[in-house]
C-alpha cells in the first residue's frame, strides 16, 4: 500500500489540543480495529507517519477509514 494514499489534513485546535484526521485508502479501513482506539503501534502498522504524540482519540463508525487524532497543546 502506497503511502502517498494516506491523506493528512491540516492541522486545527482549540484550547487545549491539536487536531488532525488522516484518511486511508478504503483498503485498509477493514485492518482499522472498531472494538478499541488504536495505540502508536498499531496506527503506524497501517503506514500513518506522524510525529510523536499523536494519540488516536476517537473512532467514527460511519467513515472507519478516517482516524482522528490529538496532542495536547503546550503549555505556555
Known amino acids: ?3 502517498k494514499q494516506i491523506y493528512y489534513s ?3 485546535n482549540d484550547e ?3 487536531y488532525r484526521h ?3 485508502p478504503k483498503q485498509l ?3 482499522v480495529p472498531s472494538s478499541h482506539l488504536m495505540s502508536e503501534d ?3 502498522g497501517l503506514g ?3 510525529s510523536q504524540g499523536w494519540i488516536h482519540y476517537m473512532i467514527h463508525k460511519p467513515e472507519p477509514h478516517i482516524l ?3 496532542r495536547p497543546l503546550p503549555k505556555d
Open 1 to 3: 500500500m502506497s503511502k
Open 10 to 12: 491540516d492541522k486545527y
Open 16 to 18: 487545549e489540543f491539536e
Open 22 to 24: 488522516v484518511v486511508l
Open 29 to 31: 479501513s477493514k485492518l
Open 42 to 44: 498499531e496506527w503506524r
Open 48 to 50: 500513518v507517519q506522524q
Open 68 to 70: 482522528l487524532f490529538r
